[in-house]
Every structure is written in structure tokens, then in C-alpha cells.
């Protein structure tokens, strides 16, 4: 029997490669052991899933042909088996005369058996994991197969919160993404959802353009040729999406709005920065939960420590499967000002600042009085440095532990995409 050993392997890095949402789909599953049960429960409360309709059982492939006798099978089918690759091929070849033509059928194993693999793509069946699968590899796999594989690759999404106002989040997310593009030459959108009172525009000597207003207010009409018109170019490989800068217009933002915008934005650069304002509204929540990764940024007082443990809290919850937001503590060493340890700031909050950037008036001040960049104004200073190192975490652009040799995958199981996933 052609079986290759099982291989332990990384953890899929959705900070690194986004997964597409799944879309409104309905999902059957039916599992033959609890573990998986599990598994796929924490996978299907997941935010990427939480548009489609999924349903757990045990009972593994006997259970599914039970219940699709009478009832008509779902989007995608996921059937857990134990058996070997004869009583597989069987059990589905009785499955196949209740399931649906065009349900798309997922087969979880507890054999890693290239043969079987082959036979089951050849009969039809979708995809073949090999158990123990993990939550967020399950998820990728769904997505994967509602993806056109052709369809522009998908940007990241990363959030820029301050834990209170005034902290400095507008003008990192500003800086990083002008690191990111400019040094990095990552292409990127700067997307503004500071409607009334954002300042990406001020910060890049720009007239406010006002073109995210008009996606928000008709998300239905939101297309990449619409995004392209409404972005302001800022430079080479760098885009702003912008509010009006104003309070003449007034506007309810809608989670679904913001949702349809930044899935439309994503798929038009690897990169997108989202400056998210410092306040609290359904839609802001939805925007943090959906993003693929976040950058709180705090000042290190009580009040700004209070919020940034709310948040990371509420993250941590609500994200079981994605990376830990990170954390920048800025406008560091304020004279006089009765301050906050950093490393008693990250022990509160159970992270470690990825950069802690000093108060510096001066530059910081220059830069927004001249509409630049604090590269531009201070490319020698200390801030620009800590910026720098920023943007390369944001653009994950930093050299990666050795991970393959840390587990020796051996290359045929890279060329497996399907079985090497556990
Ligand atoms: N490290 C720093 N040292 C000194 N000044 C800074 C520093 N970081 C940001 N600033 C200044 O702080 C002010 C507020 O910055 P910014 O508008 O980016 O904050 P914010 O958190 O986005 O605020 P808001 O809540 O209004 O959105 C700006 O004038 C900016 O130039
Ligand atoms: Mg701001």
C-alpha cells in the first residue's frame, strides 16, 4: 500500500495568506469521532463562516446516506470516515446514488494513502483530508473551492485602532503604509473609514476626496471600477480611500456597507490599512472581528491600558483561530508625565509591544505641519526606524523562522497540498 508517513506541519498562517469568506452556502457534516465533531464546530463559528449554514452529526458516512434518503443533500457534504480505502470507495459509492449532483463532497480520513486520494478526486469527491484537521485548515479548504483560482489574489486587511483618541493611530497606519509601498514597494490602499474627521488626507498634502462616502452610501453599486475611480493616488503603489473630511454630510455606516467596500478594496492590492476611529459602533466592531490582522495602538496611561484590554479581550474571544493583535505604544516618554512600564503594559494585556515609538514632537509634528511622512522629514531619526521595523511586521516582509527544516517536510508532501493539511 502507497501510504506516506504522517507529517507534522505548520499551522496555517492566515495572517500571512488571507481566506476568502465563505459564502452563503450550506454545509452538512457528519463526523465518526468526537474530536473532529469539535474541530469542525470551532471551525464553523469561525468569522470567515459566518455566512454559511452548517449543521454537525455523528455518524460518519452510514449517518449521511440515512438522512439524505429523504432529505436533499447540502452545498458542500463533509463525511468522516475510519475505514480503509476498499470500505471507503464502498460507503460512498452508496452515498453517491442519495447525493445531489452538484453537492461537492469533502471526505475526512484516518488513512494518509495516496491511492485512495487519487481514487476519490477521480470519483468525484472534492477534496480528501487526512484527520487530525485543524480548524482553520478546514476553513481554507471550503474557501478554496468556492475561490475562482483566477480571481486576483486577495489583500490583507489590517486594522489600525487607538485605544483612545488622539493616540497616534492614524498617523502609524499613514506612515506604515507609506513604509510599505514606498520602501517595501507592497501596493496599497489606505482606506479612511474616519469619515468626518480623518486626517489620511491632510497627512498627504491631498484634497479630502470623499470617494469612501459614495461606495458606504450604495454598497449594491460597489465594484472594482467604482473603488478605482474613488481612490486618490498618492504616490507609486499607494492609494487612499478617503472620507470628506467634514461634517456638512452625515451618514449611518452599516456593517454590511463597510463589509461589501473592503471586499471589493482587498481584491485591488495585497495590502489593505484600515484607519478604524476610536469609536465604538456595530460597524466598528464588525471591522475589527473581520480584519485579518490588528494594530492597536496605545499611549502608556490607565485610561488607554482599560481600552486596549477590553479590545484585545474581546478580539481574543471573538478570534479564536487568528493571530493575537498587536501592539504598538506610542508617544512614549511624554516629560513630566507619570507613565506606564511597557512591559507592564503588555503583561496586562498578554502581549508584548511589537514597537514602542517615543514621543517626539518634533518630528512627528514637522510631518503633519508639511503634509510628509516622517521618513520624509526625519528618514535618520529614531521614530523612523521603529516605523520601519513596523511596516516590515504589517507587511510580513521579516524573515520567517526556519520553519520547514524546523519540521523536515518532505517535499512530496509539499506537493500534496490536500494531504499534508492536518
Ligand atoms: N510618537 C509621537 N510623538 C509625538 N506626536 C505624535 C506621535 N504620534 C502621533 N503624534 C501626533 O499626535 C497627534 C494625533 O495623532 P493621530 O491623529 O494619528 O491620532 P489618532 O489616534 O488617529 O487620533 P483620533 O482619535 O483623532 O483618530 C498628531 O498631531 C500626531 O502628529
Ligand atoms: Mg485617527
New binding site residues.
Given amino acids: 500500500m502507497n501510504t506516506a508517513a504522517v507529517e507534522p506541519t505548520l499551522p496555517m498562517q492566515s495572517e500571512n495568506f488571507p481566506v476568502a469568506l465563505i459564502p452563503r452556502i450550506s454545509i452538512g457534516i457528519f463526523c465518526d469521532n468526537q474530536q473532529t465533531g469539535q474541530t469542525l464546530q470551532a471551525a464553523s463559528v469561525d468569522r470567515r463562516m459566518s455566512r454559511a449554514h452548517v449543521s454537525i452529526q455523528l455518524g460518519g458516512i452510514a449517518a449521511a446516506i440515512q438522512v439524505h434518503q429523504t432529505e436533499p443533500t447540502p452545498n458542500v457534504l463533509v463525511v468522516e470516515s475510519h475505514a480503509d480505502r476498499n470500505s471507503i470507495m464502498a460507503e460512498l459509492a452508496s452515498l453517491a446514488e442519495v447525493c445531489q449532483p452538484n453537492t461537492k463532497v469533502i471526505v475526512v480520513g484516518h488513512v494518509n494513502d495516496v491511492i485512495l486520494y487519487r481514487e476519490l478526486i477521480k470519483n468525484g469527491v472534492s477534496e480528501y483530508l487526512v484527520a487530525p484537521i485543524s480548524a482553520v485548515s478546514f476553513i481554507e479548504t471550503i474557501s478554496s473551492m468556492y475561490n475562482d483560482p483566477k480571481a486576483a489574489p486577495l489583500g490583507r486587511i489590517v486594522a489600525f485602532v487607538?485605544s483612545k483618541?488622539?493616540?497616534?493611530?492614524?498617523?502609524?497606519a499613514h506612515n506604515v503604509s507609506w513604509a510599505v509601498s514606498q520602501k517595501l514597494q507592497l501596493e496599497t490602499i489606505i482606506t479612511d473609514l474616519?469619515l468626518s474627521?480623518g486626517?489620511a488626507a491632510l497627512n498627504f498634502n491631498q484634497d479630502s476626496g470623499g470617494g469612501i462616502f459614495e461606495a458606504l452610501g450604495q454598497p449594491d453599486r460597489v465594484d472594482a471600477t467604482l473603488i478605482d475611480r474613488l481612490m486618490t493616488k498618492l504616490g507609486n503603489k499607494l492609494s487612499l480611500l478617503n472620507g470628506p473630511g467634514g461634517i456638512e454630510r452625515e451618514m449611518n455606516i452599516e456593517a454590511h456597507s463597510v463589509e461589501t467596500v473592503l471586499n471589493v478594496v482587498r481584491h485591488a492590492a495585497p495590502l489593505v490599512v484600515v484607519d478604524v476611529?476610536?469609536l465604538w459602533a456595530p460597524w466598528v466592531k464588525y471591522t475589527l472581528l473581520s480584519a485579518d490582522e490588528i494594530v492597536i495602538?496605545a499611549t502608556p496611561e490607565l485610561p488607554s491600558l482599560r481600552n486596549a484590554k477590553n479590545l484585545v479581550d474581546l478580539l481574543k474571544a471573538s478570534r479564536p483561530h487568528d493571530r493575537m493583535p498587536r501592539l504598538v505604544l506610542?508617544?512614549v516618554g511624554v516629560p513630566k508625565r507619570p507613565e506606564i512600564p511597557a512591559a507592564d503594559f503588555g503583561k496586562a494585556l498578554g502581549i508584548q509591544p511589537t514597537a514602542i515609538?517615543?514621543?517626539?514632537?518634533q518630528n512627528?509634528?514637522l510631518a503633519?505641519g508639511n503634509g510628509q511622512m516622517v521618513f520624509e522629514v526625519a528618514p535618520k531619526s529614531k521614530?523612523a526606524e521603529l516605523l520601519y521595523n513596523l511596516s516590515e511586521v504589517v507587511a510580513g516582509t521579516q524573515k520567517p523562522v526556519k520553519a520547514a527544516s524546523r519540521f523536515g517536510l518532505p517535499g512530496l508532501m509539499k506537493n500534496l497540498p490536500m494531504m499534508k493539511k492536518k
Avoid: L
Fill in positions: 487607538g483618541g488622539g493616540v497616534g493611530s492614524s498617523t502609524i474616519d474627521f486626517t476611529p476610536n495602538t506610542n508617544q515609538i517615543p514621543h517626539d514632537p512627528f509634528g503633519q521614530s
